[in-house]
């Protein structure tokens, strides 16, 4: 019975002696106040009793207690603490009421309206023409104030660990390989810091011409080779609004209007905010920032946020008015990203027979960034010719201009950061694993000189089944000319094998130019809308289109193509195809059976005006992708040079995404036309994505497609003319449920109506799309917290149902990105 009730009686004693003892009153009249709240940074830790007492666990340093009618205590945590507070005299308990009020100011809500009403008119972009420089510094170091005790214990460690006996110490290899790189970060961190990414920059803008931006001189610590990735990566709000501002956040945020004062000789607002999570528990005078509101032009003329907890970050942004217009003057961020830890031996609580027992050493890593806007010139006459090739270009790489654009001189441990972190990157080849990880934001996965695309390892669709394969490409780390290709794949549900075969002739190393030439025997659906010019994740938004869709044809094609970026925002394709095509279902096409030789041209353009790209020895790279985006496809076949088809068929697909005051909105206007003689899979299948053809529960799931109907039965709706329209609407509020992430409502619209002139000729059971089809649809993203929308369609008007499961479509989304 000693032996148990021993154990409880530590647990009891530690649990009752480990908490504080708070105890709180008045400083006027000495009695205990009640109700006060105490906060550990955001957290309510609780609240004092009727004796003004509270026990209370934290490792916060410091407390805040709150009460009603007294100013503010700050007080350090000790074991046993006492604190008075001072009362709060009748005007100073009337404006604390007022700011603690758990609602938005809403003198401080018709300001931001006008702030966000007026951002157009403000903005620089609203003048014919600027170019300005800038400088930026990125920098990844401990916290300014602990470098000399950071550098003290590492020579106190280094000097311990030398004397320690490692006589029958044994070391797996890997964790020997990973200690010994660990030692050599530290070793390279002690007198540099542990990244620095110096960046000069101009930025030139016409409304005739539009935007260019061109990387004067870089210098990255620890790569010989620019990370071309990571050029357009600009943490600031040089072209965005802050998130705080914008009106779909409004829900996420308490705005209080706080004081209006004189702001470099200007009249301001000076709007404080608050982010709502747990409102029972949220300190109501820990606030995360403020908005400064130039009173005159409403203008944004400062941001400043602070997280939540103590020390975790800070981002501070000013503007200046220029010909009337508010630039981005300069802009100070710190972010904590993680800790350096050591395990610290507790020598005085080492006895007899005692085994070591560890304190942890944690030093916090920061991310410091630096921004200086500089030299603006103002409507200045601008060449077209300094507007041609891709958004943003490299001029230089080596570091050597970057002296002519610093605001200050680098610091002794700066400048020891590019020796020290060199030759700890070189030593052990992290160039060459950063490259792999950046192949990845192009669906890449990088080995050497094999780049892996990842959308070939595995699909599902109802005539394959199970497709699984691989698809390798050889990069420019094997030629910067030559690039050969070839994937494979088998469908464990038809058995059979599938392959192709290509090579890439870059022709130009300033632009996008390539001459390709291919081979593939493979199947695809009948029917899809051409996707040419589809960028990777607008394809990997189709990857389960056919999930249940047996609709299939086999394709033998020797195909040439040259494709040729005309400018920043034009692109253009051609291909030359020889096929041979065969019906892989019951089909037959007039009086000519399933199978066909097929000669075709194709001419492909697609137009995004607003995308941002940059040229990499990879080829193009959008770093920024913008809206609209239009895509046309035109393609001719031929009853020559042994085709048996003379068919055209044409389709375009418009694009645009863009916020109001109902939130953000995405618009898709598609739609083709096929005439002459083409088989089915010539014409347009119109994107089923439900399976009509089972009583199952699964028959009626899908996932969200670029161009897909949730609720149309899959392989059954075909037209050789159509039109089609889809809305997007995603709610101006968020919300929170459970987790961290916060949710959306997304609304959904979708039609298409066309005709099928020769549907006779086409001896394959089908319906024509010959009246008007729609269905609106839900879909909750991020549901309960989690990483996945979940939602549905359900069909409307003319081809609705009286069965509920017809009518219904189920979507399960993967917000991956978002």
């Not at 308990?93 to 700011?99: A, C, K, L, S, Y």
């Not at 027992?357 to 077209?384: M, S, T, W």
């Not at 493979?522 to 994740?537: E, L």
């Not at 969200?704 to 997007?728: E, H």
């Amino acid at each position: 019975m000693t032996k148990l009730l021993f154990p409880l009686f530590l647990f009891f004693t530690a649990m009752v002696f480990g908490q504080t003892q708070l105890k709180v009153f008045s400083k006027a009249t000495k009695q205990p106040i009640y109700n006060a709240a105490v906060y550990c940074d955001d957290e309510l830790l609780g609240k004092t009793d009727t004796g003004g007492t509270l026990s209370f666990k934290t490792k916060c340093k410091k407390v805040e207690i709150l009460a009603s009618n007294f100013e503010d205590a700050l007080a350090e945590v000790r074991n046993t603490m006492e604190v008075a507070m001072q009362p709060l005299s009748e005007k100073r308990g009337n404006i604390d009421r007022v700011i603690i009020n758990d609602k938005s100011d809403p003198r401080a809500l018709k300001i931001l309206d006008e702030l966000n009403k007026r951002a157009k008119e403000n903005s620089p972009k609203s003048l014919e023409s600027y170019n300005f420089k800038s400088y930026t510094k990125f920098s990844l170091d401990l916290d300014k104030d602990s470098i000399d005790i950071y550098k003290n214990f590492l020579a106190a460690r280094k000097d311990s660990i030398s004397k320690v006996d490692q006589k029958g110490f044994k070391q797996k290899e890997k964790e020997k390989k990973d200690s010994l790189i660990a030692e050599d970060f530290i070793d390279a961190s002690a007198e540099g810091q542990m990244f620095l990414w110096e960046k000069a920059t101009e930025y030139k803008y016409s409304k005739k011409y539009g935007e260019k931006t061109n990387i004067i001189d870089n210098r990255m610590s620890g790569f010989k080779n620019p990370i071309y990735e990571a050029m357009a990566l600009n943490i600031s709000n040089l072209d965005r609004t802050p998130r705080q501002l914008r009106p779909e956040n409004r829900d996420l945020f308490h705005y209080y209007l706080s004081d209006t004062i004189q702001l470099d000789g200007r009249q301001t607002y000076v709007i404080k905010f608050k982010e709502i999570t747990d409102k029972k528990k949220q300190n109501p005078r820990k606030f995360n920032g403020k908005i400064y509101v130039d009173a005159e032009s409403f203008a944004l003329k400062k941001f400043e946020s602070i997280s939540k907890k103590i020390n975790e970050g800070n981002i501070v942004s000013v503007w200046k008015p220029i010909h009337n217009k508010w630039f981005l003057d300069y802009e100070d961020i710190r972010l904590k990203m993680g800790n350096t830890s050591f395990d610290v031996s507790k020598k005085d609580s080492l006895k007899a027979g005692d085994t070591k027992k560890y304190n942890q050493k944690k030093f916090g890593n920061y991310l410091y960034v630096k921004n200086r806007f500089f030299d603006f010139d103002i409507n200045e006459p601008q060449k077209a010719s300094d507007f041609k090739g891709y958004s943003l270009e490299m001029k230089n790489s080596d570091g050597s201009l970057l002296q002519q654009y610093r605001t200050d001189s680098l610091t002794a441990r700066e400048s020891n950061t590019y020796t020290k972190i060199d030759r700890f990157v070189q030593k052990h080849d992290f160039e060459k694993k950063l490259n792999t990880l950046t192949q990845l934001l192009r669906g890449n996965l990088r080995y050497k000189m094999i780049d892996f695309d990842l959308t070939k390892f595995i699909s599902y669709d109802k005539y394959q089944g199970i497709r699984l394969g691989a698809g390798l490409k050889l990069n420019e780390k094997f030629s910067k000319t030559f690039s050969p290709d070839g994937y494979f794949g088998y469908g464990f549900k038809d058995h059979r094998w599938k392959y192709g075969l290509g090579l890439d002739v870059k022709l130009s190393d300033k632009r996008t130019s390539v001459f390709r030439i291919e081979y593939l025997d493979d199947v695809f659906a009948a029917g899809r809308f051409s996707n040419y010019m589809w960028d990777k994740m607008m394809r990997l938004s189709d990857i389960n289109l056919d999930l249940h869709n047996a609709v299939f044809y086999k394709n033998q094609k020797w195909s040439a193509s040259y494709l040729y970026d005309i400018s920043n925002s034009l692109s253009m394709k051609i291909a030359v195809n020889k096929e041979k095509q065969e019906a892989l279902f019951d089909y037959q096409y007039k009086n000519l059976g399933n199978s066909f030789d097929n000669t075709s041209a194709i001419l492909s353009l697609k137009f995004s005006p607003n995308d941002k790209n940059i040229m990499t020895p990879s080829g193009k790279f959008t770093y920024e992708k913008n809206y609209p985006q239009v895509f046309v496809n035109y393609e001719k076949g031929f009853n020559t040079l042994g085709g048996d088809l003379d068919y055209n068929r044409l389709d375009a697909l418009f694009i645009h995404q863009f916020r109001t005051k109902l939130g953000s909105t995405n618009i898709k206007i598609f739609g083709g036309i096929s005439s002459g003689s083409a088989p089915i899979w010539k014409n347009f299948e119109i994107a089923g994505q439900n399976d009509a053809n089972i009583d199952k529960w699964y028959s009626n799931i899908s996932t969200p497609s670029n161009l897909g109907f949730a609720t149309m039965p899959s392989g059954t709706f075909f037209a050789d003319k159509f039109a089609g329209f889809k809305i997007s609407q995603y709610l101006p509020f968020k919300f929170k449920t459970l987790g961290k992430r916060y949710s959306d409502i997304e609304l959904e619209y979708q039609s298409a109506i066309g005709n099928f002139k020769n549907r006779q000729d086409h001896q394959f059971e089908f319906t024509a799309l010959d009246h008007y089809y729609q269905e609106a649809g839900l879909i909750w993203n991020h549901f309960l917290g989690t990483g996945f929308g979940v939602g549905f369609s359900y069909r409307l008007g003319y081809y609705q149902t009286s069965e509920f499961k017809d009518n219904i479509g189920i979507k399960i989304k993967f917000n991956l990105l978002r």
